[in-house]
């Protein structure tokens, strides 16, 4: 985008603090400004003003996305069937319904072939959100999603399929640490790595400029990624075989150890069939460890994991923030901060995406209302800005 824009908007959320109503000048798809003091703008500059009523803020990080997977209830069929160029037009569609919902960063922790890696290809302006990658996620012969290609178990196979990753351009290393529903392996409750192979991988991975990210469910699969060193964990449910059970000593562990927890419970956890009682039971006792995880200090990270189920469609991240507050026990601005600077700093990206502020990326979201005093005004969107180009 060439020269200067400046939007005005009624308050301004820079990410981790309201700082009131402001001018926020965008140039060469950075933040050049931001101004609080009322001057006139550049004469140069090209005005927007969204009016008093408007809210603006970072553009949403979603830290758990499936482009590849299509939010329908056969998730696994139609990715088998579908070719790279048709999966590709489908994921397209899925990144482009996330940004329309002003979520203008995803990392997407499981594909097929790579592939969002080829999306990612068409640059920033290509009205897409920016994606972090994982390609296919490492998982025992037979594990869970292993349809998705990233099947490996003895020293030689992890070594070499974090070395593939890291040279191919991904930024994480995704593990299948546990079971889960997708495509046959092991329960969510049951784990499919030992130690010694995780910390293998772990190693390999930051060896190679990578983070690690590990699919958990069960205690034991949350306590050997912990002694491993990853660097987030995903899902977090503390699933057992009679339900969900969370101990003392292992919440204190995670909200101790300084990474991320992903907490990625919308409407239907793993366990139980989607409306049956026990799945709301399950998904209540997830939520009530989900507020003691924040209660003890954790790090907590929204991320939806768009695509694996109807539910969670790849533009539900917005609606997701209500449970951070109604579910977990956070604040709304608790809320706006996990989904920017604090997803930010978890993913790596800390002073380049989460924040308005100078020098940061120009991913920005208008919307209309105070979200502050009613988060579903996260939902009402004006505009969206990716890269400091307009992309709504």
């Known amino acids: 985008m060439g020269g200067l824009f400046v939007l005005r908007a009624g308050q301004v959320f820079d990410g981790e603090r309201l ?33 008093s009523e408007s809210f603006l803020m970072p553009g949403l990080i979603d830290a758990h996305v499936h482009l590849s997977l299509g939010a329908t209830a056969d998730v696994v069929g139609p990715l088998l069937e579908a070719d790279d160029a048709s999966l590709l037009a489908s994921m397209r569609a899925a990144a482009e319904r996330a940004l329309s919902a002003g979520v203008t960063t995803v990392r997407d922790l499981g594909d097929r072939g790579f592939l969002s890696l080829a999306l990612r290809e068409r640059g920033p302006r290509s009205g897409l959100p920016e994606i972090l990658a994982s390609g296919p996620p490492l998982t025992p012969p037979g594990g869970h999603c292993h349809f998705l290609g990233g099947e490996a178990t003895s020293e030689v196979e992890v070594r070499r399929a974090v070395r593939e990753r890291a040279e191919r351009g991904c930024e994480f290393v995704k593990v299948m640490v546990s079971g889960g529903g997708l495509g046959g392996g092991c329960p969510a409750y049951e784990s499919q790595y030992d130690l010694a192979t995780l910390r293998r991988i772990v190693e390999e991975a930051h060896r190679a400029g990578c983070r690690a990210a590990a699919h958990v469910h069960g205690p034991g699969a949350i306590a050997d990624s912990l002694s491993a060193g990853f660097d987030s964990l995903e899902h977090v449910t503390f699933l057992t075989t009679g339900g969900v059970d969370a101990d003392a000593a292992l919440v204190g562990r995670v909200a101790a150890s300084g990474g991320a927890a992903t907490v990625t419970v919308t409407s239907r956890p793993p366990g139980p069939s989607s409306g049956s009682p026990g799945c709301a039971e399950i998904e209540r006792a997830i939520l009530e460890n989900h507020g003691r995880l924040w209660r003890a200090g954790a790090r907590l990270v929204p991320g939806s994991d768009a695509g694996v189920s109807p539910d969670r469609p790849h533009d539900v991240l917005p609606s997701y923030l209500s449970t951070l507050v109604g579910g977990i026990g956070m604040i709304p601005e608790d809320a706006l901060r996990a989904a920017t600077s604090v997803a930010a700093k978890s993913l790596g990206l800390a002073g380049r995406k989460g924040r308005i502020m100078q020098g940061a990326d120009a991913d920005v979201l208008v919307v209309r209302g105070d979200p502050l005093s009613d988060l579903d005004a996260v939902r009402d969107v004006v505009a969206v800005f990716r890269d400091g180009v307009r992309a709504l």
């Open 19 to 51: 700082i009131g109503r402001a001018a926020v000048m965008l140039e060469d798809g950075r933040v050049a400004d931001v101004d609080t003091t009322g001057a006139p703008p550049p004469l140069a500059a090209s005005v927007l003003d969204f009016g």
